[in-house]
């Protein structure tokens, strides 16, 4: 029997990325249900779909395995009481089907009993005895032992190991796996969610329980009024999903006029030299305090020292705002920066203290469905990566390709981050191309676009000096791709 499910379980439990199905919902390839997708059309689209593929029975695997110990324990499978409530809403479900197979196998049975008698009332009417046949193959059919689609034994595990959220009113999803709370699940889901502290005494990250249920997880001062309490209000931050599936109601950033500027005293956690003219810096901001940003966008940062100016430079922050406690930025030698000068000196170490004043810029993923094609030259890469990580959690883009252009002997500084997205990830390629002039490399890369890239309607995102922008924009429009999918940003 046929059994539906969203296309972000589906995608789940094929294995695919969720923009993957959602190009073959577009091209006609796969037909949703009131929105739904039937599992016996997705065994049609992808028949070679296997439990021990889907990655399912290994994580269950290493959950048993005590070597991993505490640590995967609790990173794969929610805490026992979330478990245990997941497990009763499941066999409440199973319960109410079997109550009413039962009141149908009763009326079945009375309504056989009732054309029997009838049979033998009037054994010269043939039409009553075939009514007794249909009756009696009917039953028959109906309590033989069928076997359980796959699909649907992968999907009732998942119920259990992880929790769908769906969002209200934007319709937004995402998934709650281990004990991770509701925030920063939305986070890793690419949501533009509001919040502040992220430990429960800021109260901005408060949303409304509209179907499901929720567990606490951590102790919060903000004090929820009993209005609030009685109308399903919870804190994200605090709370995760105690039911297969919640829906919450509440408000997302659109753009960056939504993200509000803020002022951090962030302390540097490491400083890694990537290449001989390149550092990564790695800063950390209070727990009670994090930046919330958009991937693409910058940060100014400041250096005080007594005795010393102070110096300020702006940044395109490199990670993911997933992760917005920890803030990576790739750095340059560079004699007219100030900072860097400081940086490469080594007057910036591990424990400074180190400003973090922004976000800013509007250089963020607009949305939509198209593939993505990314072009970055030299450290031109930094914002670039964050909108990468950024879309892979978002996983609606059928496909990612990169191309990278560097114009120094260390302009590839980071190539084994993108080896390493190459191997995991199906949808994602790269290119790396090397040319001093940066016209002549940016030439290069529109050729290597057009070979691969133009017949497809993709949404292109541009990053480094003006000369490299410029001439792949003007490549990019020659070869007829609209303005309104360029999307650019000069340091």
């Not at 995608?11 to 969720?18: D, E, I, P, T, W």
């Not at 259990?160 to 998934?175: D, L």
């Amino acid at each position: 029997m046929s059994h539906l499910v969203t296309i972000w379980r589906a995608a789940q439990l094929v294995g695919v990325a969720r923009g993957v199905l959602q190009q073959q919902v577009r091209d006609g390839a796969l037909l949703l249900n009131d929105g739904m997708v039937s599992t016996d059309v997705l065994l049609k689209l992808y028949p070679g779909a296997k439990l021990e593929e889907s990655g399912l029975l290994e994580r269950v695997a290493q959950i048993r395995d005590e070597a991993f110990g505490r640590r995967v324990r609790e990173r794969m499978l929610p805490s026992q009481e979330v478990l245990a409530q997941r497990l009763f809403v499941q066999s409440q479900e199973l319960a109410d089907v079997r109550r009413h197979l039962e009141r149908y196998h009763a009326l079945v049975i009375a309504l056989q009993k009732s054309v029997r008698e009838s049979v033998a009332t009037h054994p010269g009417d043939a039409g009553w005895r075939n009514l007794e046949q249909r009756v009696t193959q009917g039953l028959a059919q109906a309590l033989a032992t069928e076997s359980v689609g796959l699909l649907e034994v992968m999907d009732d595990m998942l119920k259990v190991m992880t929790a769908q959220v769906t969002v209200r009113p934007s319709g937004h999803e995402f998934s709650v796996e281990g004990r991770t709370n509701l925030l920063q699940s939305g986070l890793h889901a690419g949501l533009k969610l509001n919040y502040g502290c992220g430990n429960g005494s800021c109260g901005m990250c408060k949303v409304r329980v509209i179907s499901g249920e929720v567990a606490k997880i951590q102790q919060f001062d903000y004090p929820l009024s009993e209005t609030e309490k009685s109308q399903g209000y919870v804190l994200m931050c605090c709370h995760t999903a105690a039911s297969s599936e919640l829906t919450l109601e509440m408000l997302e950033a659109t753009g960056p006029k939504d993200i509000p500027a803020q002022h951090i005293t962030s302390r540097v956690r490491a400083v890694t030299t990537l290449a001989p003219d390149t550092v990564l810096l790695h800063l950390q901001t209070p727990r009670t305090h994090r930046l919330r940003f958009l991937a693409g966008q910058s940060v100014l940062l400041g250096w005080t020292m007594p005795g010393r100016p102070d110096v300020h430079t702006t940044y395109p922050v490199a990670s993911c705002p997933c992760d917005d406690r920890n803030l990576l930025f790739f750095i340059a030698r560079n004699e007219s920066d100030a900072l860097a000068c400081r940086l490469f000196a080594g007057d910036i170490k591990i424990g400074t203290d180190v400003t973090v004043l922004g976000p800013t810029g509007d250089f963020v993923l607009s949305g939509g469905h198209r593939p993505l094609v990314f072009a970055a030259c030299d450290e031109g890469f930094a914002p670039i990566k964050s909108l990468i990580e950024h879309a892979f959690s978002l996983d609606a883009a059928p496909s990612l390709s990169l191309f990278w252009l560097a114009t120094r002997d260390d302009g590839h500084f980071y190539s084994n981050q993108c080896r390493a997205w190459s191997q995991a990830l199906d949808q994602f390629e790269y290119e790396l191309v090397t040319h001093s002039e940066v016209a002549v490399g940016a030439h290069q890369i529109a050729l290597a676009m057009r070979a691969d890239l133009f017949d497809i309607d993709c949404d292109f995102y541009l990053a480094g000096p003006p000369e490299f922008i410029h001439t792949l924009s003007d490549e990019l429009r020659a070869a007829g791709v609209a303005a309104a999918q360029i999307f650019a940003q000069v340091p």
